[in-house]
């Protein structure tokens, strides 16, 4: 097998990719001659593989029966760090018990459509916490920037297995959808439970101690502020560690397809799919960047605490609202303990909910409004279920957040004109891009250097951002103890 690169017109690109497959695409849209390049999946004579040829051939997981196997291995958390790793330790023979603090996955979606309808917010059951951890509700785009970690296709693999459609072994930014997402992760809790291992839903992990030796993986992800100060109050070491916040921006899909597009007629956007965008640039040292851009999203109130209003995006299969939004972050350095990084972080979400609305309304102000320093008499049309309320957030966003987005919105203003427009929207805060805490471990054995027994994996730990390395880190850390109790296949 090998990969082939074709650049061609959208409209030959179209018939490519309903007759082969296709691992990647992308579009280069720097002329008005917008062409697109196809990765495609040839034979070695180079004959490019039809899409409906036999899918490539992978060892199908072989779940071992584990009810009554010890010793038994416990994991907190239910996200895709968690999920991978139980998954992993029962085709080695080892049984375990999951700890999910949130609620089964059809339950959690009810909890999701009151708060989105600002009926109720439950701070254990939102976007963040339940099962399948923030990856179910998430937007599905499967990647990861590192190679080096690992047996990335296994990940895929095993999303196949559990119900992802085809693509997801071949293509390298698959993306599933917040609306297919669910349905694999309730696959994969049937499957743990029917080979024997546990799963305690509702159930917060308070306290950790340490009598019997018993490996504790701990997938915490990184929104559970009251395990992590759990966690430096029981001395398991951590240290604070770069992290990213901001705003997440939205502008009608129709004019990022224009901007990004040339004003192409909605012919040719419909050969080529909604336009997405990826953008930095440097404030004064400091990076200023889009993040989990969502065409064709929605924005939702991803935040885990009553006290905080936090933002995220993501988008169904079909990414079809009339909406464009990104995360637009700024790039923060802590100097202080890891507890300040995440006092930071907490005061800004706080801040955001003070200017907020009493439920899940978010503060927001037109694009332009917030660079230019003038409050919004009004507020554009948002795909933001719970609502907006106008607010200026070039007055209470600190610097260097305000002052760098501001910046970083007229740069990106320079390179597309247009962008800097009061038909888009900031909405405060995104401040859950990444984690502000590193949970540190040893390297070779990804046990904690405090507490032997326990190994810190997934977002939350610090050492991986996005569903497929949380998964990828999950399942390395059921290897490692695999590997400790001589059970390594
Ligand atoms: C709206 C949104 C969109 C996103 N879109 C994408 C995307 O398109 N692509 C992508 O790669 N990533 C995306 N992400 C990020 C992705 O979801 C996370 O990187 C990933 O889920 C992290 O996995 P994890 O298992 O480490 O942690 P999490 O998924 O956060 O899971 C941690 C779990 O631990 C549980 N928990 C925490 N504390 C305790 C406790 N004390 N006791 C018991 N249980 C506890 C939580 O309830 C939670 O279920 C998105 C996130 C959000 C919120």
Redesign the pocket.
Known sequence: MQNIVVTTSPVEAKQLEATYRVVRRSIDARQRDIKVNLTLLADDEGRYIPIDAPLPRYNEPHFKQVSTESPVVHI???????LFAALNLLEHGIKPII????KQVSERKRDIALLNRNEVFNPESN????EG???T??????FSRSKKRGNMQRVMELFHHFGAADNVLYEAHAHIGSDKLPRIIQNMRECILAHGGEIHFE???ESLEFRDPCPTIL??????HD?YRMLAATGVAMEAKGFALGVRAEHPQALINKLFYHNQPQSVVNLLGNASYSLVTQVNGRGVYSF?MCPGGHI?P?GSDVDGCVV???SASHRNSPFANSGMVVELHPTGSAIEALDYQEYIEHLAKQHGGPNAQAPAQRMKDFVEGRCSASLPDCSYLPGLVSSRLDEWLPDPIGSSLRQGFRDFDRKYKGFLTNDAVVVGVES?SSSPIRIVRNTATMQSVSHEWLYPC???AGY?????S?ALD?INAALKIAERYGKLL
């Open positions: 907190i958390g239910a996200g895709p760090a968690g700890f999910e603090r949130g976007y963040c916490f339940g951890g923030a990856g509700f998430s937007d599905g785009k499967l159930f917060r992990v997938a915490i992800g990184h929104s559970a395990t989990c939702v991803a995220n995006g993501m859950r997934g977002e939350g991986a951002g996005g569903i497929t949380s999950g």
